[in-house]
C-alpha cells in the first residue's frame, strides 16, 4: 500500500515496484484517512507513507497503523521530502516506521529500501533483481 498525496510519486512508485516485483498487488491512497481505510480492507503486506499527507498527517497515519490490529506488525516505510523542516514530526515518523526513504530517491534506492521486507513476504519474493544488478 502506497499513502502519498503527491500524484507523480505515487505512480512512480507503483511502476517501479511493478517492474521489480511483477506479482505484487499494489494499492494506493492519497490521504492517511483512506490509506487507513484501504489498510483495514485489504491488509497489505507492506506500507508506504508519505510525511506530508492532508488531513491526518504520516506520523498520525503511521501511529494509526500500528494501533490497529490488521497492520500492527505490518512493515511500514516513511517517505519523506529532503525539504521537509518539520524535524519533530519527522523523528516521530521514523521512530513509528521501520525504515525511510529520502525524495527524491532512485529507482536503486527504492529497491534497496524494500527488498529487505520483501525477503519475509511470499508475493514479493517471486519478483526479479533487475535495478540492483543492471
Same mark, same amino acid.
Given at each position: 500500500?502506497?499513502?502519498?498525496?503527491?500524484?507523480?510519486?505515487?505512480?512512480?512508485?507503483?511502476?517501479?515496484?511493478?517492474?521489480?516485483?511483477?506479482?505484487?498487488?499494489?494499492?494506493?491512497?492519497?490521504?492517511?484517512?483512506?490509506?487507513?481505510?484501504?489498510?483495514?480492507?485489504? *491488509?497489505?503486506?507492506? &506500507?508506504?507513507?508519505?510525511?506530508? =499527507?492532508?488531513?491526518? %498527517?504520516?506520523? @498520525?497515519?503511521?501511529?494509526?497503523?500500528?494501533?490497529?490490529?490488521?497492520?500492527?506488525?505490518?512493515?511500514?516505510?516513511?517517505?519523506?521530502?529532503?525539504?521537509?523542516?518539520?524535524?519533530?514530526?519527522?523523528?516521530?515518523?521514523?521512530?513509528?516506521?521501520?525504515?525511510?526513504?529520502?525524495?527524491?530517491?532512485?529507482?536503486? *534506492?527504492?529497491?534497496? &529500501?524494500?527488498?529487505?521486507?520483501? =525477503?519475509?513476504?511470499? %508475493?514479493?519474493? @517471486?519478483?526479479?533483481?533487475?535495478?540492483?544488478?543492471?
Amino acid at each position: 500500500l502506497i499513502i502519498e498525496s503527491d500524484e507523480a510519486t505515487r505512480g512512480a512508485i507503483c511502476d517501479l515496484l511493478q517492474l521489480e516485483w511483477p506479482y505484487l498487488s499494489m494499492y494506493t491512497a492519497d490521504s492517511g484517512e483512506s490509506g487507513v481505510r484501504v489498510a483495514q480492507q485489504k *491488509r497489505p503486506d507492506l &506500507i508506504l507513507v508519505g510525511s506530508d =499527507l492532508p488531513g491526518m %498527517n504520516g506520523y @498520525q497515519t503511521a501511529r494509526t497503523l500500528r494501533q490497529m490490529p490488521e497492520t500492527t506488525l505490518t512493515p511500514l516505510v516513511a517517505i519523506t521530502s529532503s525539504t521537509f523542516d518539520r524535524s519533530q514530526l519527522m523523528a516521530s515518523l521514523c521512530s513509528t516506521c521501520n525504515a525511510w526513504l529520502l525524495k527524491p530517491f532512485s529507482a536503486q *534506492r527504492l529497491i534497496q &529500501i524494500i527488498r529487505p521486507f520483501a =525477503l519475509h513476504l511470499p %508475493n514479493l519474493k @517471486q519478483g526479479h533483481n533487475s535495478y540492483l544488478h543492471s
